[in-house]
């Protein structure tokens, strides 16, 4: 190619990067390839990760765990969990039953990208995945709820477990809105705290409301 042989790069300009790497430069804090890890060391070590997240959850605090190492396995289980459980309700209507898997489902994930994205707008600096994750972990104490729920229906359908079931969802929707308001507090801007946890507590809401109303077929 004519023209190649004139092209040159000036002394004066540094080139960056570089190529060699001396031996034994390793550090035990540098990042470490899993290629040659066990399976099961792996899975055992995201499994921990989860586990602790799900601790993180259950006492609540201003933390920022679930933001540093977010995944999306624990809202995941969760939420496969609570659509499970409301699988097989029944409504008034003869012909439509309660809520389906694929309902619950969308619904939460969608509430989930809804309320990321208003505190995106609202110039947040957490990021998507980070919001997804903190919302999709505080479902848990809900998903606790529908459990509890679900045993004391099986004793009894009357106004004492009606009762019971109010105060065991309320309880638990105060616990999943204030986990998550105190896990993402410090990513929004002071004068816009309020338009961001309005929306996450009508999510949960709507989650609570679906667990309280919920009947056996």
């Known amino acids: 190619f004519p023209g190649l042989a004139d092209v040159s790069i000036p002394q004066d300009i540094p080139v ?3 190529i060699t790497v001396p031996v034994g430069s390793h550090s035990p804090d540098e990042d470490y390839s899993t290629l040659d890890e066990p399976v099961k060391d792996t899975i055992m070590r995201d499994l921990k990760a989860v586990g602790k997240k799900f601790v993180h959850v259950m006492y609540p605090r201003k933390s920022s765990a679930l933001l540093r190492d977010w995944d999306l396995w624990g809202p995941l289980v969760l939420c496969v969990s609570l659509a499970l459980m409301l699988q097989g309700g029944s ?3 003869k012909d439509d039953g309660g809520p389906q898997f694929a309902e619950v489902f969308v619904l939460i994930w969608f509430g989930a990208v809804v309320i990321t994205l208003n505190s995106k707008l609202l110039g947040g600096t957490i990021s998507f995945f980070q919001s997804l994750c903190v919302l999709g972990y505080c479902v848990m104490p809900l998903t606790v709820a529908m459990l509890v729920c679900r045993l004391v229906l099986l004793a009894s359908t ?3 477990s009606f009762i019971i079931r109010l105060i065991v969802v309320g309880a638990m929707f105060g616990w999943s809105t204030l986990a ?9 801007p002071p004068n816009r705290k309020a338009l961001v946890v309005y929306p996450i507590f009508l999510f949960y809401f709507v989650i609570s409301w679906m667990i309280l109303t919920f009947t056996p077929q």
């Open 180 to 188: 998550s308001t105190a896990f993402l507090a410090d990513s929004q």
């Open 91 to 93: 409504a008034d209507s």
């Open 16 to 18: 960056e990067g570089e």
């Open 158 to 160: 009357g106004t004492v």
